[in-house]
């Protein structure tokens, strides 16, 4: 347990689909990440929430909608996806986003769109 | 440009033997440094990070990594590994509110 929990583990959606993936973390953390993993790729950072405000949106799809409704959970909201969205979705926090001690990864969605 | 560069995608390593995986970087600041890992179906641990002070860090699991500001290298080592140190590890480079991160390295551990 790394104190950052997502749901689900696996997720299988249709192009027509819309899904959410969930966040949780109890660690006092005040920011939190959205990132994707693919295959030979770095790490993509999505979005960055601090304090429940969005602070950094990367230049990814409107498919993708994230949600942060307090500073323990986050959602990401998923809808029409294409194929190529198909990878690890990962979820972090860190103390702020002002001061980098360190992430606190989940262990990740693994999403396939079919 | 800020960068983070593995230029080992695979290694393979008998159990007992040591290691070394190589990260180099360009940031335009005096960076913090990340190693993190990964084992297959779960997130990213972090195994040790480098802020200041001593160029020399410790780690959990018995790992260790230098960072040598001449050769924006922060590489990772072990003296013995284990069969369970097969896994994937990332170096991330940045700043006080920005990680990248490299490709990762993937490490396998023949017994």
């Known amino acids: 347990e790394t104190g950052v929990t997502q749901t689900p583990r696996h997720l299988v959606m249709g192009m027509t689909n819309k899904k959410s993936l969930k966040c949780e973390q109890h660690l006092g953390h005040n920011a939190m990440y959205w990132y994707k993993q693919s295959a030979k790729k770095p790490l993509e950072l999505m979005f960055v929430?601090?304090?429940?405000?969005?602070?950094e949106n990367n230049s990814v799809p409107s498919r993708f909608s994230p949600e942060c409704p307090n500073s323990s959970h986050l959602f990401l909201h998923l809808h029409t996806l294409q194929p190529e969205d198909s990878a690890l979705y990962l979820c972090?926090?860190?103390?702020?986003?002002?001061?980098?001690?360190?992430?606190?990864f989940g262990s990740g969605t693994r999403l396939t769109v079919v | 440009a800020q960068s983070v560069t593995q230029p080992d995608i695979h290694i393979t390593v008998s159990e007992g033997a040591s290691l070394e995986l190589r990260c180099n970087y360009s940031?335009?600041?005096?960076?913090?440094l990340f190693w993190y890992v990964q084992s297959p179906g779960q997130g990213l641990q972090l195994l040790l990070k480098?802020?200041?002070?001593?160029?020399l860090v410790q780690g959990i699991k018995g790992f260790e990594a230098e960072f040598k500001r001449s050769q924006s290298s922060f590489n990772l080592r072990k003296p013995s590994v284990h069969w369970s140190d097969a896994a994937e590890y990332f170096c991330a480079v940045g700043g006080p509110d920005k990680l990248i991160f490299g490709t990762g390295t993937r490490l396998q551990v023949f017994p």
């Open positions: 972090a926090s860190s103390q702020d986003q002002r001061s980098n001690y360190g992430y606190t």
């Open positions: 480098y802020f200041s002070g001593d160029t």
């Open positions: 940031y335009g600041a005096t960076p913090y």
């Open positions: 929430y601090s304090l429940e405000e969005r602070v």
